[in-house]
Every structure is written in structure tokens, then in C-alpha cells.
């Protein structure tokens, strides 16, 4: 061997100008700790002590998962520390959010725990980020992605506003009270995992077409997690604590996937676009979820004619999402219309474009058993 001559090749290469310095840099935020399973509710105060959250705890909930889960969480931090205060909301409103902010302030809140569905954890995820404090968040329904992404939900009038928000420092979430939680919500939460399957699809396009930033691991995690449910999806079954685990499981990779990219994009494309359209044209007709479900089998057909969306409304069928107009209670042509004109929700590049007309949108519907 000529040590020379390598010697001088590893020189000449190490020697090579620098054309230009690497720059790009991000800042993920993720839980720390995750605890799923049966009966962990009882351990949400040992997961927040290994979070090193201190002060006075603020715990947000609403009616139903007060009764469920909330007094536990409450009699928990009290015996470990300083006497928690409890807010109790309605509704997932902009009032309601300040009105937590109200009570943070008031009380010296040293951190935050969300107790509840979509609307609990979303007001405290949005206080606790405005606020710049911790908060932990422990889900009694496995309805959507929320319970561990970095974005918060507030309907306001006939629009849905996402905000950037930071994600929850730990998850506690127990498979038996998920499990006894109305199955319509768990439905709705699967419908909305499935619909990472175009999200991403749409991603990918606005990213070849409008420049829009990718990031594969994020979309690569997003659409393993709507493969999952769609081949599991004759598994998944009513009162089963086992079907729990697999939605919660595909919840949480599906909100992890949203931090990692730092948007809503790999849970978020026509599908969503589809379904706040309907909450504009007939609001709190239907589930988010499962508006999501109906416009993920339309937008699959407009991204690849007949490839995946009969595979998308079987696993809807399997698991009892709604998977016609008539299914969500609304009017075949509500559905036509919000499809038609869904492109006009957001500045968010879609298979939509700058819209279809009410044709195309009417076939869709028809060709895929919508309407």
C-alpha cells in the first residue's frame, strides 16, 4: 500500500475550498415523558415530579372529564405539593382562554394541566403558551391529535382558528378511561389520523410546486401512522382497551410528527380544508373528525383517481366513521358546495389549487359513494 499517495488524496480533499457554511438550524419541542395504559391516570403526579414542574398547579377541564378524571388529577398534586386551583370551561373559546389567563395570573400558576378532550387541553395548551409555562396533559378521549401536537383549535364565528402553541411537557393517558369514553369520539380521532394519509400527499405537492418546506421524517412518521390504523382498522372495536392503545399510540406519533415539522402539515391538507368549510356552511352538524374522515376519501380520489381511497372508506367502515353525506347529516349538496369552495378556508397550497368547480366536486362525491 502507497501511505504516500493516500496521504496525499486525504490532504487534497480535506484541503478543498468550503463553497459555503451549513446554517439551517430548529428547534423541536417534545414530551419528555409519554405514560400510556391501564389505569395511569393514578400516576399523573409521579410523571409531573420527573418533569421538575413546580409552583402551583392549574388544572383545566370540563364537566364530563371532571367526573372522569379530573378530581383524581386534583386530589393527586394536592397531597404533593401546593394546593391546586381548578377551572372548569364550556366551551373552546378565545374567552375562555383568557379566562384561564385570568386565573394564572391570579393565583401565581407555576404550571398547567389539561384534563379533558379536544377543548380542555386546547384552552390549556394556549394559556400555558401564552404564558410561557409548562403543562401536562392528560386525554379522557382519544378524539384527535391535539393531546400531544404543538397546536391549539379555537372555533370563532363561522371560522376555526389554529394556533401555534408548545407541546405538552407529558402525556397521561389511561387506555380504560379512553376505552369507556363515547366510541363516536374515539371514531372521530381515528378519522382524523386516516387523514394523514392525504395531508401528506398534499404536503409533498406543495412542496414540488410551491417551494413549500418538507421535512420526510415528519411526513414519513405522519403517513406510517395512517397506514397503521387503515391495516388495524378490523381490529379496532367498542369498549376493546386494547383499541385504546392502538389509536392513542397512533395519536401521539401523529402529534410528535406536527412538532418535528413545526406546522399542522403533516395532519392538515384539503381533508381539513373540507371539514371547516362544513363548520362555516353547517356548523356543529357533525364531528370534526369525522368531516375530516368524509373529506380524506374525496381528496384521495382527486390526488390518485381510483388507488386509495376505497382502501380509506373501508377502514372508515371498519371502525364506524361515517363515510357518506348522509352519514355526518349533511346535505349532498352542502357536501358538493364545501368541497367546491374549501380551497378559500386558508392560504395553504392543496390538490384544491385555487379550487374546483361544482362538476368535479359533485363527481368526486358520486364516483367514491358520497353521495
Given at each position: ?230 391495516e388495524r382498522s378490523a381490529d379496532i372495536r367498542e369498549g376493546l ?131
Amino acid at each position: 500500500m502507497d501511505v504516500r499517495r493516500g496521504t496525499e488524496r486525504e490532504f487534497m480533499f480535506l484541503s478543498l475550498p468550503v463553497l459555503g457554511m451549513f446554517e439551517k438550524s430548529t428547534w423541536i419541542r417534545l414530551p419528555r415523558n409519554v405514560v400510556v395504559g391501564h389505569g395511569v391516570v393514578a400516576r399523573v403526579g409521579e410523571a409531573i415530579a420527573e418533569t421538575h414542574l413546580g409552583g402551583r398547579p392549574l388544572v383545566v377541564t370540563s364537566p364530563t372529564p371532571r367526573e372522569v378524571a379530573g378530581e383524581q388529577v386534583v386530589t393527586q398534586l394536592r397531597e404533593r405539593g401546593p394546593n391546586p386551583e381548578l377551572v372548569v370551561v364550556e366551551e373552546a373559546t378565545f374567552d375562555a382562554v383568557e379566562r384561564v389567563l385570568g386565573r394564572v395570573d391570579a393565583t401565581g400558576t407555576g404550571y398547567l394541566v389539561g384534563v379533558g378532550g379536544g377543548k380542555a387541553i386546547d384552552i390549556t395548551k394556549m394559556a400555558a403558551s401564552e404564558r410561557k409555562l409548562g403543562f401536562v396533559s392528560v386525554p379522557t378521549a382519544a378524539s384527535h391529535d391535539g393531546i400531544v401536537s404543538n397546536r391549539g383549535s379555537v372555533p370563532e364565528g363561522d371560522t376555526r382558528h389554529s394556533v401555534a402553541a408548545r407541546p405538552p411537557l407529558a402525556v397521561v393517558a389511561d387506555t380504560a378511561v379512553l376505552a369507556d369514553a363515547p366510541w363516536r369520539l374515539t371514531t372521530a380521532g381515528c378519522a382524523d389520523i386516516i387523514s394523514n394519509y392525504t395531508a401528506v400527499r398534499d404536503w409533498q405537492l406543495a412542496h414540488r410546486l410551491q417551494g413549500a418546506p418538507y421535512s420526510e421524517y415528519a411526513g414519513a412518521l405522519a403517513e406510517m401512522t395512517a397506514e397503521l390504523l387503515v391495516e388495524r382498522s378490523a381490529d379496532i372495536r367498542e369498549g376493546l382497551e386494547e383499541s385504546a392503545w392502538v389509536v392513542l399510540k397512533a395519536l401521539v406519533s401523529s402529534g410528535v410528527a406536527m412538532s418535528i415539522a413545526g406546522s399542522s402539515r403533516p395532519a392538515s391538507g384539503a381533508e381539513h380544508l373540507f371539514s371547516h368549510q362544513l363548520d362555516r356552511l353547517v356548523p356543529g352538524t357533525a364531528l370534526h373528525g369525522h368531516q375530516v374522515g368524509v373529506g380524506t376519501i374525496l381528496v384521495a380520489y382527486l390526488q390518485d383517481g381510483d388507488g386509495r381511497w376505497p382502501d380509506i372508506r373501508r377502514a372508515l367502515n371498519d371502525i364506524g366513521a361515517p363515510t357518506t353525506a348522509g352519514g355526518l347529516g349533511i346535505e349532498a349538496d352542502t357536501v358538493v358546495r364545501a368541497l367546491a369552495t374549501a380551497h378559500e378556508v386558508r392560504d395553504r397550497y392543496t390538490i384544491l389549487g385555487d379550487g374546483i368547480s361544482e362538476a368535479a366536486a359533485r363527481e368526486a362525491a358520486s364516483v367514491t359513494g358520497v353521495i
